[in-house]
């Protein structure tokens, strides 16, 4: 399996663009993650999914954030409008399910909002 | 909130040697935690778990060791070779939590030394 697969590996946008990544979760898995990455933060949970339906959205730090999970190997995390403050690396991870607490990460995805 | 913190924020070791990387956690009530480790530009890849009705757990090159009385965690790395440099993580969490609990630490990063 070539593992948790994000697009794009960088994205520079401006201020008030639409920003959408997108992550192919390893097959089988049937929780998917996603993360944000600071220097001041650290790794911070903002959704996941359990067989495509949205659990826990508590992280998500506003409503410009929106993830969606179409099909169960699919899954995009949309920022509308960007803000310079969402700068940061975002990964996907993936894991099989209940009893299963490793998680897959993907390479994540560099965004830069100028 | 309760957190998972590390002692020190870097570490060089020469290469040969051996790494200890340690990890403090507040919550008592973890039973399960976990190590990643952080290559630059890529995502965080498991390296080894332990529950908390171990102490130790080996794995290749790698021990984990887990002192409940103090609430310490540590990683350490047999004969450290120069593509063990990268950040580590420690996670904790309780196992019949839910995912948003599983909890990362700050990261230490390790620099492998010629």
């Known amino acids: 399996d070539a593992g948790v697969i994000q697009s794009p590996r960088h994205e520079v946008t401006e201020m008030g663009q639409e920003v959408t990544l997108r992550c192919k979760p390893i097959?089988?898995?049937?929780?998917l993650f996603w993360y944000r990455q600071t220097m001041m933060r650290g790794l911070e949970l903002l959704i996941y999914?359990?067989?495509?339906?949205?659990?826990?959205d508590s992280g998500m730090p506003e409503d410009r954030f929106s993830a969606k999970m179409p099909n169960a190997s699919f899954s995009t995390l949309k920022i509308q409008p960007s803000e310079p403050r969402d700068s940061a690396v975002y990964f996907c991870?993936?894991?099989?399910?209940?009893?299963?607490?490793?998680?897959?990460f993907g390479s994540g995805t560099q965004l830069s909002v100028l | 909130g309760e957190s998972v913190g590390l002692h020190l924020p870097t570490l060089s070791v020469q290469e040969g040697d051996n790494s200890i990387i340690n990890c403090a956690y507040s919550?008592?009530?973890?039973?399960?935690f976990i190590w990643y480790k952080q290559e630059s530009g890529k995502g965080p890849q498991f390296i080894i778990d332990?529950?908390?009705?171990?102490d130790k757990r080996q794995g290749q090159r790698v021990t984990v060791l887990l002192n409940k009385t103090v609430k310490h965690l540590s990683l350490q790395i047999a004969a450290t070779q120069p593509g063990d440099s990268a950040v580590y993580f420690c996670?904790?969490?309780?196992?019949?939590?839910?995912?948003?609990?599983?909890?990362f630490g700050s990261g230490t990063q390790l620099t492998v030394l010629p």
């Open positions: 991870a993936s894991t099989p399910g209940v009893g299963h607490e490793k998680l897959f």
């Open positions: 097959s089988g898995h049937d929780y």
């Open positions: 999914f359990n067989n495509n339906v949205p659990i826990d």
């Open positions: 919550n008592s009530a973890s039973d399960y």
């Open positions: 332990i529950r908390s009705n171990m």
């Open positions: 996670a904790e969490k309780h196992l019949s939590g839910s995912a948003r609990q599983l909890t």
